[in-house]
Each structure stands twice: as C-alpha cells, then as structure tokens.
C-alpha cells in the first residue's frame, strides 16, 4: 500500500520569503501522480500544484514549484514570496497512474500547518 | 470555487440516526469521490463512483452506503451515527480517472456532529 509522510506537522515563514515544505511517499508503482492541496481555515480542499512521475521537470505553478526526486521517493513544495494568504494546512497526495488498476483514490499525509508572519 | 457543489454546509444530528450528505460534480465529471477527515485518522478515502456505477471502496464501514444518480449527482448515507462519526465529509469529482489530465476537485465539505 501507498504511504505519504509529511514530517513537519507546523512550519512558519516571514512575508516575503522563500518556504519548502517536505513529502516523502513510498510506493512500488512506476506510473503515478503527485499533488500538493492548501487547506485553508475555510476547511476548502485547494489543489495548488501536480506532478506526473513520468516527466523530470518539475512543476510550477507561479510562486509554487516543487523539486520532484524520484529515486528518493521525495516531492517538497517551495513557496516563494510568501503571502499571508498562503497561511493553510499543506496536504501533499499520491495518486497511482492510469495502468494500475480502477481505483484512483488520493492517499493524504498528515499535512503541515503553515503559519506566515507579517 | 471549484464547481463541485454539497449539502448541507453542516449537519447536527443524534447517536442512532441516519443523514444524508448530497454532492454535485463539476459540470461534465463523470466520476465522484467522497472522503472522511477526522482529527484521529485524517484525510481518508471511502468510495468512488464512475458514472452510476461503484468503482473502488475505502475504509468505508458498512453503517455508510453511497450511490450515482443518473444525473451524476451523489449521496453518501450514514446510519446507526456513532460520535466517532463526527468529521468533515468532501466529494470530489474528475472528468475521467483514465485521463492523462484527470485531477479530483474538491467540494467545500459537509461538517457532520453527532451528539
């Protein structure tokens, strides 16, 4: 079975500067996807940002970027130029590829709650 | 806002009653996912339907039930409330979990609290 592990269950960050949160996964699938969701204290499920396993460049979705390791079985979220808007609970998600059978289910870590400091 | 629509926002009911939770996909998904986030166990998977039909079970317990209408709107039953059951209950819907593109959007969730 899947496994994600989110080790930093809080982080906070200045204004302004640059965060990376932590996602390691295991799993003995070749084909599957990544996905980094916000949860803000509205309790709304935000996607930020996916990665598919089969492509090496990783993803960025404007002030959003992860650095994708496969070997390392490792997925960090890099947020840069904080907002205060950003301030959420991180859920980093696995999601196995489309030739692995019917169930497409997202497994979830724990998630990290950050905090941003004006 | 995502397109995925649920109701009711929250529900306050007893031990031993039964709810019902509704989700509408985002127009043109075909395939919904509904999940349980609870303090203790966190962010987990009950049940995917793929147009009307069930296509993967969770960690469902067999007090809760679920169905596709032909419409593609859901509903997630849950009887015999336990307070164990209190959480936050989101759907999710994608176009097709085959695609290359699918990715699950996600409702803004149900809040049960079983009293």
């Known amino acids: 079975a899947q496994t994600v592990t989110q080790s930093q269950p809080e982080m906070s960050v200045q204004e302004a500067e640059t965060v990376t949160l932590s996602c390691t996964y295991d799993?003995?699938?070749?084909?599957?996807?990544l996905f980094w969701y916000k949860q803000p204290p509205s309790r709304q499920m935000i996607l930020v940002i996916r990665?598919?396993?089969?492509?090496?460049q990783n993803a960025t979705e404007n002030r959003f970027s992860v650095n994708f390791q496969k070997a390392a079985k490792s997925f960090s979220l890099k947020i840069s130029d904080s907002q205060l808007g950003d301030a959420a609970m991180y859920f980093c998600?696995?999601?196995?590829?489309?030739?692995?059978?019917?169930?497409?289910?997202?497994?979830f870590g724990k998630g990290t709650l950050l905090t941003v400091n004006p | 806002d995502s397109g995925v629509t649920q109701t009711p926002k929250h529900l306050i009911t007893a031990t031993g009653q039964r709810v019902t939770l509704r989700c509408s996909p985002r127009s043109g998904d075909l395939s919904v996912y509904w999940y349980q986030q609870s303090l203790d166990q966190g962010l987990q998977f009950l049940i995917q339907?793929?147009?009307?039909?069930?296509?993967a079970k969770g960690n469902i317990l067999e007090r809760f039930s679920a169905q596709q209408f032909p419409d593609l709107h859901s509903e997630l039953n849950l009887s015999s409330l336990e307070l164990g059951d209190s959480a936050l209950y989101f759907c999710a819907s994608s176009v097709d979990p085959t695609g290359v593109r699918d990715t699950q959007y996600f409702g803004p969730g149900t809040r049960l609290t079983v009293l």
């Open positions: 990665q598919e396993a089969y492509k090496q």
């Open positions: 799993t003995s699938e070749s084909d599957y996807y």
């Open positions: 339907y793929y147009n009307g039909e069930e296509r």
């Open positions: 998600a696995y999601r196995r590829g489309n030739s692995g059978g019917s169930n497409y289910k997202l497994t």
